[in-house]
């Protein structure tokens, strides 16, 4: 079981800031390795800054699926609207904050 930290409040990633059906993803945060549902649980629970994941990671897996537990590539986040292994959605909103999880080019 991947750990995912944060102020969680289900087992499939949601928290306290984004608790929607669809927002069932954790982002593994490049500067320390560790997945959180959102940056505002990164922010409240580190002491440093979070840092995105250069263009050159995306092949990285960073993203968790909280209803199936399986790892994306960032690329491969990036570009579906759902988790290619279950079929959940994910919340289409969650693209206005690209740009605090990973550079854009």
């Known amino acids: 079981m991947i750990p995912v930290y944060g102020s969680t409040v289900d087992d499939e990633t949601r928290c306290i800031h984004y608790r929607t059906p669809v927002d069932i993803v954790a982002i593994r945060f490049a500067c320390c390795g560790r997945y ?22 995306r092949e990285t897996k960073a993203i968790l699926c909280g209803v199936c ?31 605090l999880y990973f550079e854009v080019a």
Request: a negative charge; proline letters at 8%; glycine letters at 4%.
């Open 36 to 57: 959180y549902p959102c940056h505002l649980c990164h922010a409240e629970a580190e002491s440093h800054e979070a840092r995105q994941w250069p263009v050159a990671e």
């Open 69 to 99: 537990k399986t790892e994306l590539t960032i690329a491969t986040y990036l570009t579906v609207l759902a988790c290619p292994a279950c079929g959940s959605p994910f919340n289409e909103g969650c693209r206005l904050h690209t740009h």
